[in-house]
């Protein structure tokens, strides 16, 4: 059982959504002939978790979580190092630089949990500038093949450590947090922690992921999960389950939705995270929009968009989708 209890969050107490556009909305026909229905009610949650009367777009954080799984050592996936990984996106420019204004657009990568010391390597020092925040809690998961993937303590650091990463945000004023992740064995996480949730939840990431979830994988994976009890404590099967980014994205997007910054997420342990975040602190539903294919299984509390938006571990699926919001929203509110 974690000492961490649902019962520290609560978004009743938050001041209730802006009702934002809605009368004028209901009056101005000319939307309909440019925006969807989909799209115009995106842009209505969008000023209503900003309480503003207007959506805004002006300044925007990616964040990055990354951490390894030790059940990728023991259930292997396709190759991947994280660590290679991050070292040569930290070598690459901005790659919104062309969509946008840059001030207005700013990419972290965040540490939480990279099987690499990437103090050791001179490449860091040269090019890390501060686009990798070192929230390490340490290099990797356990194997929930053999143990617990984490200790209660290790769960509170990752947890807090995203809480931190979204003042910080709230502080810049940031108006928008797109979440992204990436880390070795990450899905099999993420599988694990649907099971967790229900049966009808991992089967669902089984037609998403066909090439990974393999049916003698997919028996590995239920092999080592059902070595641990089952529990209704979302704190406790992200013990059992869950990786370090993964965590860290939980109380991050509590957070977000503590201040009142609205969230995008697309990748497989955003939108797992996000079903754990809702268990904790019902009502962040409403605080967030999935994007792309990942998010059709989930229930209509959880708002969807249906761009076609989805994992990669660059992220670089976001600088064009929100180019094309700001562009939107420019128009949007100019009408």
């Not at 909305?25 to 000319?30: F, N, R």
């Not at 090439?211 to 209704?232: N, Q």
């Not at 977000?256 to 969230?263: L, N, R, S, T």
Request: proline share 4%; hydrophobic share 40%.
């Amino acid at each position: 059982m974690s000492s961490l209890s649902n019962k520290s969050f609560d978004l009743a107490e938050l001041k209730p959504l802006h009702p934002a556009l809605k009368k004028r909305v209901k009056q101005a026909h000319w939307q309909d002939d440019f925006f969807s229905v989909e799209r115009k009610n995106f842009f209505l949650w969008l000023a209503k978790v900003q309480g503003r009367e207007k959506p805004s777009l002006v300044a925007t954080d990616l964040i990055s979580f990354a951490g390894d799984h030790g059940i990728h050592k023991t259930i292997e996936g396709p190759k991947f190092r994280s660590g290679d990984f991050l070292l040569e996106a930290l070598r690459k420019p901005n790659q919104f630089e062309g969509f946008s204004d840059q001030r207005s657009f700013k990419h972290y990568w965040v540490d939480l949990g990279v099987d690499y010391q990437f103090e050791s390597n001179f490449n860091y020092w040269l090019n890390h500038s501060n686009k990798l925040i070192n929230s390490k809690v340490k290099p990797r998961t356990e194997s929930f093949d053999l143990y617990p993937a984490m200790t209660d303590d290790q769960l509170s650091m990752a947890f807090y450590n995203g809480r931190k990463l979204v003042d910080r945000a709230f502080y810049q004023e940031r108006d928008l947090i797109l979440f992204h992740s990436l880390g070795e064995g990450q899905l099999a996480s993420v599988y694990a922690l649907a099971w967790a949730l229900s049966i009808s939840d991992c089967k669902a990431w089984e037609g998403y992921l066909p090439g990974y979830f393999s049916k003698s994988r997919v028996a590995e994976l239920l092999k080592s999960t059902k070595r641990h009890p089952i529990s209704h404590n979302p704190f406790t099967n992200l013990c059992f389950f869950g990786g370090f980014e993964i965590v860290s994205l939980v109380g991050a997007q509590i957070r977000a939705a503590e201040k009142g910054i609205p969230f995008l997420l697309a990748d497989p342990a955003s939108i797992i995270a996000w079903q754990y975040a809702a268990l904790i602190c019902p009502g962040i539903e409403s605080r967030g929009y999935a994007i792309g294919r990942f998010a059709k299984h989930l229930s209509n509390r959880f708002g969807k968009l249906k761009d076609n938006l989805s994992y990669s571990p660059e992220g670089e699926e976001w600088y064009p989708f929100h180019w094309q919001l700001l562009q939107e929203i420019r128009r949007f509110n100019q009408k």
